[in-house]
């Protein structure tokens, strides 16, 4: 169903076409929440805007506009207030109407689309092989699960791709450590835990920073892998199950569905890129590497930087495996859009390979590349994340860690309330709050920005927190199982201003996540679903529900229902299961 807004917008554009004539440069929306409830629930400026351009006085235009405007069943008449500020407010009956056509249909089918449905990529988590996950791949997983289940929603097709780093230097130097110290590890299956690969991974860089006989021996075992040797293929292929399997573990309490295409999937065109690259006449040779010289990329002496694509001896880089993502993703994938999610720090790296794929013809100008970049995950001393003694956090045991508090926190919250639930209860809630909570936290802040992360802060049952919403809906449900009788919903009533407030705010998750796939900032939503949770709260408090007389029983009971059904679908576009009781 379409928002109140756009519906007013439709209106309100056809208004100032008939009064002045078709105007180009007319902004997108017109319309806007009123700035203060006593002017309405509606505003727009557009008469100020017009001034110049028609010559007359705002509030003359602003009255022209209303004289034109066909909103007579939704609106009470505008009022024109200030220098020419057009003010509306809904008409009571348009808001029951509305609300009493919601219920006569699938609540999935209450929420508009796109228009037209894109083939789209979204590229997000991608861990490396032989590495535990951290929290650094915490914001890259989380934002872009959100931003693929969006799209989903909105009708599109959508690839989530998992990128992950699966081939080059550090194979070779891994497999070459392994061999001279853990041989079993390279032929038989989980001969190692990941934890022991990691350990081996760190000595093994640190032998190669240090030996050059190591170096050389890794670099050879590279060639070999490169070149398709069967015993170096099956050890690689041995440590990458390994990996994998830990971070299906991982996936799965994120509840994060992935297909992965590492860096060694587009291995076999890494040769044809560098082809297209010369045919094109953008290779240069630098300092013996090919490169190709940037547009807007220059060093402190204002020279043009390079993006090498193929280093001196021969080999590749994240670069060329990354333009020959894009190009199989345009060829096979066919492709409308491409959505990379990783930190701000790679900003550069992707500005500089999507100017390249145009200038070389892989990325066409039909097909839109766009980087998704986040902050960092900061401590509560505004420092970057880390343990006691300075190390990285792994992702597993920061997500055990918030089960573990919610628990703690239930637990104590039984005990105050004189509760007594069974073990499997406090299991499946504290584990939901928990998980809940540390993807609410990340979601509802800018993702551009950095943030602080508090356990504290992120389970609290009060404030913009996942806590506070799934409660909302588990309140709901209460209501719901406490009036007992199946609820036949149709006449609608709204008698008090807080179910008006309630009830518009109803209409707005459409234009929100239409506005989320535009910006790809899925705090839009979290913000969104806090205000009508806080509405929702306001609405119970002065609006009894359960000890109305019919039918404004069986009203209320249908405001509550329709609340839950946003939360649980907005939630759910987060990442987010909800709960019956908590």
Not at 324 to 347: E, M, N
Not at 361 to 369: F, H, M, N, R
Request: net charge negative; hydrophobic share 40%.
């Amino acid at each position: 169903m379409q928002s109140i807004t756009k519906q007013l917008n439709q209106k309100l554009i056809a208004a100032v076409e008939k009064s002045y004539g078709f105007l180009a440069d007319l902004p997108e929306k017109l319309i806007l929440p009123a700035s203060n409830p006593q002017f309405g629930d509606y505003q727009c400026n557009i008469a100020m805007s017009l001034t110049k351009k028609i010559g007359d006085n705002p509030r003359n235009i602003a009255q022209k506009i209303i004289n034109n405007l066909e909103i007579s069943d939704l609106c009470l008449s505008p009022a024109i207030a200030g220098p020419g500020f057009i003010n509306f407010t809904l008409k009571k009956e348009y808001l029951e109407s509305l609300l009493e056509e919601l219920l006569k249909i699938p609540f999935n089918e209450t929420v508009t689309k796109a228009e037209m449905s894109k083939k789209i990529i979204v590229d997000f988590s991608s861990p490396n092989i032989a590495k535990e996950m951290h929290v650094g791949h915490l914001r890259s997983t989380i934002i872009g699960d959100s931003l693929a289940r969006i799209l989903e929603f909105r009708g599109h097709d959508v690839l989530r791709l998992n990128h992950v780093g699966d081939w080059g230097t550090q194979f070779g130097m891994l497999i070459a450590y392994l061999r001279e110290s853990y041989p079993d590890a390279l032929i038989k299956p989980d001969a190692l835990d990941l934890e022991d690969l990691v350990n081996f991974y760190k000595r093994a860089k640190e032998k190669f920073d240090q030996d050059e006989h190591f170096k050389e021996i890794s670099r050879l075992e590279v060639v070999k892998l490169q070149s398709g040797d069967i015993e170096s293929l099956k050890a690689w292929e041995l440590l990458c199950q390994q990996s994998r399997r830990e971070f299906e573990k991982i996936y799965d309490v994120l509840d994060v569905n992935l297909i992965e295409r590492g860096e060694s999937f587009y291995n076999p065109y890494l040769l044809h890129i560098i082809d297209l690259l010369r045919a094109r006449e953008l290779l240069e040779q630098n300092e013996g590497a090919q490169c190709v010289f940037l547009e807007g990329f220059n060093n402190k002496e204002g020279n043009r930087l390079p993006l090498i694509v193929q280093k001196t001896d021969g080999g590749y880089n994240y670069a060329t495996t990354d333009l020959a993502a894009l190009y199989y993703r345009v060829q096979k994938d066919f492709v409308d859009k491409i959505i990379y999610v990783t930190d701000a720090g790679q900003s550069d790296h992707f500005q500089q390979v999507f100017q390249v794929a145009r200038r070389a013809g892989i990325l066409p100008d039909s097909v839109e590349a766009i980087h998704v970049p986040f902050g960092l995950v900061q401590g509560e001393d505004g420092k970057k994340l880390k343990t006691r003694s300075g190390e990285t956090i792994k992702l597993k045991d920061l997500l055990s860690e918030a089960v573990k508090r919610a628990n703690d926190d239930l637990q104590n919250r039984l005990v105050e309330e004189r509760r007594t639930e069974n073990q499997d209860f406090i299991s499946q809630v504290s584990q939901k709050v928990g998980i809940s909570a540390v993807k609410y936290a990340d979601l509802s802040q800018n993702r551009i920005s950095n943030y602080i992360f508090s356990y504290d802060k992120m389970l609290a049952l009060s404030g913009n927190t996942a806590p506070y919403m799934l409660y909302a809906y588990a309140r709901i449900q209460g209501i719901a199982r406490e009036a007992k009788e199946r609820q036949v919903f149709s006449k609608i009533l709204l008698e008090k201003e807080s179910e008006v407030i309630l009830a518009k705010a109803l209409f707005d998750l459409s234009e929100i996540l239409e506005e989320v796939e535009k910006e790809l900032l899925p705090n839009r939503l979290c913000e969104y679903l806090y205000d009508l949770s806080k509405k929702f709260n306001k609405f119970y408090e002065n609006c009894p529900v359960l000890k109305s007389n019919e039918p404004l029983r069986s009203s209320r009971l249908a405001l509550c229902s329709l609340t839950a059904q946003t939360l649980e679908l907005g939630l759910s576009l987060l990442g987010i299961k909800t709960l019956e009781r908590m």
